[in-house]
C-alpha cells in the first residue's frame, strides 16, 4: 500500500485543519458543557450521602461526564465513526438514571450495589479452589503467569477468600438479603442484569417503561452496531465500479453526533438539578438560553461529496432542534 493510500484511509492532518476551520466552535461547546457538568458534579457531591446518592452521583452521572469528555475528544480530531462507542454509554447512563429517578430510586440503587458486590465476589470465587468458579475458571488462570507461581497462587487465594467473606457478609445483612436472594433465585448461568429483579428484563424495555422508544430505536440500536463491530456500511462503499475503504476519521454525521450528545446532555443536567440542586434550575436555564442553545441548534450539515477520498463540505447549517 502506498502514503497516498494511505493517507485517503487515515488524514489526521487534513482532519484536523477541517475541524478547526468548520466545526471548532461546536465542539468547545462540548468542552463547556464537561467544565459544566463537573462543577455539578463537585456541587452535588456535597448534597448526597445515600447509597442511592452516591450511586446516582459518583457512578451513572460520572460515567455520563466521562463518556461526555470522550466524545469531544474524539470528534475534536474528526473520529466521529469511534464517537459512537462513547455516545452509546452515555445514552445508556441517561436511561438508567431516568430508571433511578423515577420511581422507587433507594431499591433500584440498592440493587445496583448488590449486583456490584456479586460481580466482585464472582471474581473472587474464581481464584479459590474447589469452588464452581474457579472449577470453570480455571483454563483461563493457566494462562496467567501469576498462577504459574505457587507463591503468588496461594497468595493470591487467601486474599480472594478474605475478599469473598467479607463481600458475602455485606450481601446477607439485613440491607441487602432479600435483594440478594432475588438474584439468587433469577440466575441461571450468569446473573441477569442490575435493573431485572421487579423490573424490565432488558434496556429496550427498560426503554419502553420510560417512554424513550424513540431514543432507543434512532440512536441506541445504530451506536450499538458501531460497538459491536456490526456498521458494515461504514467501513465499506462501492461505487459502481470498485470497493472502497472508507477513511478511518471521516466528519460524516457529525452533525447528528454533536445534536443527540448535546441534547442527552441537557437531559442528563436537568435530571441532576432537578433532584439535587433545585436552586441552579434558574441558572442552568439561562445559560442554556444565553449560551448553549444558539449554537445547539445551528450545528451545520456535513456532507461528503467525494466517495472515493471522502472530501467533507460544509452545507448550510441546518436546525438542530
Given at each position: 500500500m502506498t502514503k497516498a493510500s494511505n493517507k485517503q484511509l487515515?488524514?489526521?492532518?487534513?482532519?484536523?485543519?477541517?475541524?478547526?476551520?468548520?466545526?471548532?466552535?461546536f465542539i468547545t461547546l462540548l468542552r463547556e458543557l464537561v467544565d459544566y457538568g463537573v462543577d455539578l458534579l463537585n456541587r452535588c457531591s456535597e448534597r448526597g450521602g445515600s447509597l442511592a446518592d452516591l450511586i446516582i452521583i459518583g457512578h451513572f452521572f460520572k460515567h455520563a461526564l466521562t463518556m461526555l469528555d470522550?466524545?469531544?475528544?474524539?470528534?475534536?480530531?474528526?473520529a466521529v465513526f469511534a464517537a459512537g462507542v462513547s455516545a452509546r454509554s452515555m445514552l445508556e447512563s441517561y436511561i438508567y438514571l431516568e430508571w433511578l429517578l423515577t420511581a422507587d430510586t433507594e431499591k433500584r440503587a440498592r440493587q445496583f450495589y448488590v449486583w456490584h458486590l456479586r460481580q466482585k465476589?464472582?471474581?473472587?470465587?474464581?481464584?479459590?479452589?474447589?469452588?464452581?468458579?474457579?472449577?470453570?475458571?480455571?483454563?483461563?488462570?493457566?494462562?496467567?503467569?501469576?498462577f504459574n507461581n505457587p507463591i503468588n497462587r496461594a497468595k493470591t487465594e487467601v486474599e480472594a477468600k478474605k475478599q469473598e467473606a467479607d463481600i458475602t457478609r455485606i450481601l446477607t445483612n439485613r440491607n441487602n438479603k432479600s435483594i440478594n436472594e432475588d438474584f439468587d433465585k433469577l440466575k441461571k448461568k450468569h446473573d441477569v442484569a442490575w435493573y431485572s429483579p421487579h423490573g424490565p428484563n432488558s434496556i429496550a424495555d427498560m426503554a419502553t417503561r420510560l417512554d424513550l422508544?424513540?431514543?432507543?430505536?434512532?440512536?441506541?440500536?445504530?451506536?450499538?452496531?458501531?460497538?459491536?463491530?456490526?456498521?458494515?456500511?461504514k467501513h465499506i462503499k462501492f461505487d459502481g465500479e470498485a470497493v472502497i475503504f472508507e477513511p478511518i476519521r471521516i466528519p460524516e454525521s457529525i452533525d447528528?453526533?454533536?445534536?443527540?450528545?448535546?441534547?442527552?446532555?441537557?437531559?442528563?443536567?436537568?435530571?441532576?438539578?432537578?433532584?439535587?440542586?433545585?436552586?441552579?434550575?434558574?441558572?442552568?436555564?439561562?445559560?442554556?438560553?444565553?449560551?448553549?442553545?444558539?449554537?445547539?441548534?445551528?450545528?451545520?450539515?456535513?456532507?461528503?461529496?467525494?466517495?472515493?477520498?471522502?472530501?467533507?463540505?460544509?452545507?448550510?447549517?441546518?436546525?438542530?432542534?
Open positions: 487515515l488524514d489526521r492532518e487534513r482532519m484536523d485543519q477541517f475541524i478547526n476551520k468548520k466545526l471548532s466552535p470522550a466524545v469531544e475528544i474524539q470528534l475534536s480530531r474528526g465476589r464472582l471474581w473472587a470465587r474464581r481464584a479459590i479452589k474447589g469452588t464452581l468458579e474457579n472449577a470453570h475458571f480455571q483454563k483461563h488462570l493457566d494462562t496467567l503467569s501469576t422508544d424513540s431514543e432507543y430505536e434512532f440512536f441506541y440500536t445504530q451506536f450499538s452496531d458501531i460497538t459491536h463491530a456490526g456498521a458494515f456500511e447528528t453526533l454533536l445534536t443527540v450528545v448535546a441534547s442527552l446532555t441537557f437531559r442528563v443536567f436537568r435530571l441532576i438539578i432537578k433532584k439535587y440542586l433545585t436552586d441552579e434550575l434558574n441558572t442552568f436555564t439561562h445559560n442554556y438560553i444565553t449560551q448553549w442553545r444558539g449554537r445547539f441548534l445551528t450545528i451545520p450539515k456535513v456532507v461528503i461529496k467525494d466517495i472515493k477520498t471522502g472530501n467533507p463540505q460544509q452545507a448550510n447549517p441546518v436546525d438542530g432542534g
